[in-house]
């Protein structure tokens, strides 16, 4: 499509009451409904390709709710780990990843945002990343949807960040400029054998919440002001391929990498399948 195209798409989604449809669907997703529940989740894994073999449990009419389905573990050994410094870290597809230029991260041809908007204004933790790395990968409605580590860290800070809630497919991504930084955010600044990282959980529309296995949920609630917790004085260690957090319906995560400290897998290429646990890169 062609850029004019892109933003005519995504038109609507400007006029479109985000918050309130995201506030329904987090509602509508906890509900216990018994066959209708059972009925949802069905029409879902039918509509959209899901694996059940994956799952730990593959048994769709013992789901209570569709997010304890939306959210569900896979089976011991479905997701190896390969023999890399970086795993990838979620299931998906890649958006974009490389270089930052300075302090610009590529969104789409024609828009890239700044690493300060990305973590909610903090320009003292954006430094940190100057001509470092990121990777923003998008996760579909049909993806394992639990967030995993890319490397071993220790948790040092948590920011939520109050945003829209456009959606984060690939025409918004190519249509709405400044995307990833515009919408609502959970930023998790981490310490590493190799200095910072940041992973970032973006929200979208009818993403009902976001959380993380040290807080819970983020959010709901939603208030409007950036929140930051901190952690210097806790021992949150985990370790590479642990499980970190999870979106409860699809969206996409960015990762931010200091100078000189990976280096990308050489199949890795924008619009590439991708799956938690395969190599995303290594130590230079």
């Not at 449809?21 to 509509?47: D, Y």
């Not at 795993?87 to 490389?98: E, N």
């Not at 828009?111 to 430094?127: M, Q």
């Not at 109050?162 to 919408?183: D, E, W, Y």
């Amino acid at each position: 499509m062609s850029p004019v195209s892109d933003r005519l798409a995504v038109l609507p989604q400007y006029l479109m009451p985000k918050q309130a449809l995201t506030v329904l669907a987090g509602k509508l997703a906890n509900k216990e409904a018994g066959s209708l529940t059972t009925g949802v989740i069905r029409w879902f894994v039918g509509r959209y390709g899901v694996n059940m073999a994956e799952a730990a449990n593959p048994d769709i009419a013992s789901y209570k709710s569709f997010n304890e389905f939306f959210t569900r573990p896979l089976k011991d050994g479905a997701r190896p780990f390969a023999e890399s410094d970086f795993l990838c870290p979620v299931d998906g597809a890649i958006s974009q990843f490389g270089a930052i230029e300075r302090d610009q991260i590529f969104q789409a041809k024609g828009h890239s945002y700044s690493t300060t908007a990305l973590v909610g204004g903090d320009r003292k933790l954006a430094e940190q990343f100057e001509n470092g790395s990121f990777a923003t990968l998008y996760l579909s409605p049909r993806d394992y949807h639990r967030i995993h580590m890319p490397c071993a860290g220790k948790l040092t800070r948590m920011i939520y960040v109050p945003g829209a809630l456009f959606s984060v497919n690939p025409t918004t991504a190519r249509g709405v400029p400044g995307l990833f930084a515009r919408n609502e955010r959970v930023v998790c600044v981490f310490e590493s054998d190799f200095g910072p990282f940041v992973l970032t959980l973006v929200g979208a529309t009818i993403v009902g919440s976001m959380a993380t296995v040290w807080h819970g949920v983020v959010n709901p609630p939603r208030p409007g002001v950036i929140r930051e917790w901190r952690y210097d004085e806790q021992n949150v260690v985990l370790e590479r391929g642990a499980e970190m957090g999870r979106f409860l319906l699809g969206s996409t995560v960015v990762m931010l990498f200091p100078k000189n400290s990976l280096a990308f897998n050489p199949e890795w290429a924008p619009t590439r399948a991708i799956r938690m646990g395969e190599a995303m890169g290594q130590r230079p």
